[in-house]
């Protein structure tokens, strides 16, 4: 059935036109830049939620699952083509279902192209050029945008479904006779907490970084902004207390908010202006960021040069005047910073001791044995290193015989994150009293 599009524009050099606009499919033929109305985002929005077949291995299914018969059309640089890669690769699938990769570099007339290159791969299943064309292929009076990842059916030469939440859950459990059974991210006793979070997480967190990178508007784009990344300080409460969303144990939802976090330092924070805080500012979000990535596996599916030629190709829909909200820095509030006040816990312990109102049960390492984390280690500019237990052992004897006008002053601090969860603290010290020094 054909689309009344009688009050849709078209943008074809009129300089009049919106300067948003959108690559769609309308009526089965692909435009490149439709300009982007409520009139035209509504059109989109029903047309375009026609896959949704499911492939099971129950006896007569529609769509039944085979080995070899099924195919992924995917994008490295996509978040939600990225978790079908993922299930892909740990449930052990990559010799029953096939997969083509699309080129990340979207801004092309044709949007989503299949390339020979370093990047992408060609279309293994009919040697088109464009994910349109799969989608003409499919149904060729399709209205609707054309998205990874797409599951196609070789068979019956169609598209099976284009929705990643629902191809995850096929690959999860309908091709387990192909792949490994024991793995399984949507188990039976977990499946209402699993649904509860996602109802909460994807529109949040997953699908937030697009609400305020596409947002239409500076009130729109405020608004979630701030849901963002409320919903990201909620989640790095629930991930310092346990190692993964719902406990011990990786679930479906670990994998949707997995490959939003792994893009978001990268491309969200700037592309999209998420930027009032970095992943890097979240310690426990981090922390579960590696764990997950170290899961064998999955650091080959994290391909970070796709995403940033992706998020930085003219991906449009991002308005140019919206003044982004962040970043949310205190320049004179460095202490805050958990590295740098152990450096300013540490001199301020010296400046008692020196000044003798320590008590004298404490005159001992005690109190900076507390004040210190394990891993604390000082590098002075000579290359000498001192690990916390170095600096305990020293501080006495290299302080109890300073002399009494003896005191040093603070300043220039500055804290620089470092890879491996480590910051690196740099100030200057000026001493009074000692030979050689002021």
């Known amino acids: 059935m054909a689309t009344d599009i009688s009050r849709c524009t078209f943008r074809h050099g009129d300089a009049s036109a919106p300067a948003r606009t959108i690559k769609a499919l309308v009526n089965g033929a692909w435009h490149d830049a439709l300009a982007e109305t409520a009139d035209v985002r509504q059109t989109l929005a029903n047309g375009g939620s026609g896959f949704r077949h499911r492939v099971s291995a129950a006896e007569g299914a529609e769509f039944p699952a085979e080995a070899g018969r099924y195919h992924l059309y995917v994008s490295y640089a996509c978040p939600w083509?990225?978790?079908?890669?993922?299930?892909?690769?740990?449930?052990?699938?990559?010799?029953?279902?096939?997969?083509?990769?699309?080129?990340?570099?979207?801004?092309?007339?044709?949007?989503?192209?299949?390339?020979?290159?370093?990047?992408?791969?060609?279309?293994?299943?009919?040697?088109?050029?464009?994910?349109?064309?799969?989608?003409?292929?499919?149904?060729?009076?399709?209205?609707?945008?054309?998205?990874?990842?797409?599951?196609?059916?070789?068979?019956?030469?169609?598209?099976?479904?284009?929705?990643?939440?629902?191809?995850?859950?096929?690959?999860n459990s309908a091709f387990d006779a192909w792949g490994d059974p024991s793995v399984d991210f949507y188990p039976a006793p977990l499946r209402k907490d699993i649904d509860a979070l996602n109802a909460w997480l994807i529109p949040n967190v997953c699908a937030g970084v697009y609400k305020a990178g596409f947002a239409a508007n500076q009130a729109a784009y405020d608004e979630a902004v701030q849901t963002l990344f409320e919903s990201l300080d909620e989640v790095e409460k629930r991930v310092a207390r346990q190692p993964y969303l719902l406990g011990r144990r990786i679930t479906e939802s670990d994998w949707h908010l997995f490959t939003t976090l792994c893009r978001f330092d990268a491309v969200y924070h700037g592309a999209l202006k998420c930027n009032l805080r970095r992943l890097i500012d979240y310690p426990a979000l981090c922390a579960y960021t590696r764990r997950l990535h170290r899961v064998a596996g999955v650091a080959k599916t994290v391909r970070v040069e796709h995403i940033k030629h992706h998020y930085h190709d003219g991906i449009g829909e991002i308005d140019p005047t919206i003044v982004p909200r962040g970043p949310a820095i205190d320049y004179a509030d460095l202490a805050e910073d958990r590295f740098l006040q152990e450096v300013l816990e540490l001199h301020a312990y010296l400046e008692d001791w020196l000044k003798g109102t320590v008590p004298d049960q404490e005159r001992g390492p005690a109190r900076l044995e507390q004040a210190l984390a394990d891993d604390f280690f000082v590098i002075h500019p000579n290359g000498t290193r001192e690990t916390k237990a170095d600096v305990v052992r020293n501080f006495a004897p290299a302080y109890g015989t300073k002399s009494g006008d003896y005191a040093l002053e603070i300043s220039d601090a500055s804290v620089r994150p470092l890879s491996g969860g480590l910051s690196l603290v740099t100030y200057r010290e000026t001493h009074r009293g000692e030979p050689g020094r002021t």
């Open 81 to 171: 083509a990225h978790r079908t890669i993922i299930y892909r690769k740990l449930k052990r699938l990559e010799d029953a279902i096939s997969m083509s990769v699309l080129h990340p570099r979207w801004a092309g007339p044709g949007g989503w192209c299949f390339a020979d290159t370093p990047m992408s791969t060609v279309d293994h299943t009919g040697g088109r050029r464009y994910l349109y064309e799969v989608y003409q292929a499919a149904e060729p009076d399709y209205t609707g945008r054309v998205t990874v990842p797409v599951l196609w059916d070789r068979k019956k030469q169609t598209i099976v479904n284009n929705q990643s939440s629902e191809i995850i859950r096929m690959l």
